[in-house]
C-alpha cells in the first residue's frame, strides 16, 4: 500500500513539474527573451533615448518589486491557481503592446504595458513557485522541484535568443517581426497553464495577509542575508539585460544572441546543479561559489575587451544567477509551513526586482556617463566580491524558520511534516 502511494505521489511529482517546465519554455522562448532586445527595439521602432528606452524595462521590475507584496493583498481571493494563468496572460499581452510600438508610439503605453506586465508577471512566478512546493512536500524535494521550474524557463531563453536574435538582425528593416514571432511562441505556454494542478495549495483567502506578518519574514537574519544576495544577484540579469545595445554598437546587431546565450545557458545548467546540491550539502557554499566565480569573470571582461570575454561574462552571471533564485526559493519551501509559503515567497522576491531595477538603469546610466560599458563589470565585480564573503554566513542561519509571527490556524495546510514555525 506504501510503495503504491509512493508511486502515485511521484507520478504527481513529474507530471506537474513536466507541465511546469514546459509552460516556462514557451513564455520565456517569446516573452523572456524579447527582453534581450527590447532596449535596442525601441530605441529603433520609437526614437526613444538609451535611457527613456531602458525605463521601460526598469518599469517592469519596478512594478513586479511591488506587486511581489502587494498581490498577496490584492488577488488575496483569487485561488493561486488562477494566479499563474492571469499572470501568464500578461506575459502574451506585452509582447503584443510591443509589437504595436512601429504604429503608436506612445511612451505612456509603453510604461502602462510594463506595468501590467509586472504585476502579472509577479502573480506568475508567486503561483507557479506554490505550485512547485505543493508538488515537491511529499518528498521535500524543494531544492529539485525549484531547478527543474526554473530550468524550463533557462531552456526557454537560450532558445529564444537565438530565435529572436536571427529574427532582429534578419529583419532589420521590419523591427516588428520580432514581436510577432515572440508572440506565436508565447501563446501555447499561456493555453497550458489551465492543466495545471489546483490541489494542495495554501488558501490566502483563510489566511489574510498583513504588513506585520511580511515585516517579521522580511527582517529576520536568515530572510535578510538571502534578500542581500537575492538583490545583488539580480544585477547579474540587469547587466545581462542592459548590454543589448552595447553589444550592437560595438560588434554588431548579430553578436548580441551570441554574446548573451551564454547567460542563460549557465543558468539552465546551474538551475539543476544548484537544486541539487541545496537539498544535499546546503545554500552558504553553493552560493559562495558563485560569487567569486562571477567576480573573477566581470573583472576579466572589464579589462580585455573582445566579445570572447563578453560572453565569458555572460556565463559567469548565469551560473551566479541560476544558484542564487533556486537556492532562496528552496529555502522558503523548507523553512516555512504550507500556509506561510505565499507570504514568505513575496516578502523574500521583493529584494530580488529591487535588484534588477537597480542594475538595469545603474548600468546604462554608469555606461553612458563613462562613455565605456567594461567599466561597469568592473564596478559589480567588487560587488560580487564583497557578496561572496556574505554568502558564507548563511550557513550560522540554517536552521532558522521563516514563517510569519502567527497564522491563523484556519489557514492550515496539511503536510507530512510538523515542524514548528
Partial sequence: MQLQQDMQQASSFRRELTLLFLVNLFLFTGAGAQQQYLIPYVQKAAGWSPIASAWVLATVYCSMMVFRVGNLFLLRRLPLWLWTIVGSSTYLFFTLACLAVPWHQSYALAIASAIVWGWGGAAFWGGTTIQTFAAADQAKRYGAGTGILYAGSQMGW?????????????????PWMLYLVATIVTLPGVLLT?????????????AAPSLPQIASIMFRAKALISAFLLASTALCFGI????????EHQYGPQWIWIVAIFYPLARLICSLLSGVLTDKVGGAAVLATGFFSGTGALFLAGVWHTPLTLGIAAFALGFLNGAVPVVATAIVGDSAKAQAWPLAYGALFTWQNLGIVAAVMASKVLGVAVGDYHVVFQVFAGVF???????????????????PLQVPPSAAVKRTSSSDY
Avoid at 240 to 247: C, E, Q, S, Y
Fill in 158 to 174: 537560450v532558445i529564444g535568443l537565438f530565435v529572436l536574435g536571427q529574427v532582429y538582425a534578419g529583419f532589420q528593416a521590419q
Fill in 194 to 206: 489551465p492543466l495545471l494542478s489546483r490541489k494542495a495549495l495554501p488558501d490566502l483567502v483563510a
Fill in 240 to 247: 545581462i539585460l542592459g548590454i543589448g545595445d552595447f553589444v
Fill in 385 to 403: 566580491a564583497f557578496c561572496g564573503l556574505v554568502a558564507l554566513l548563511l550557513q550560522r542561519y540554517a536552521s532558522q524558520r521563516l514563517s
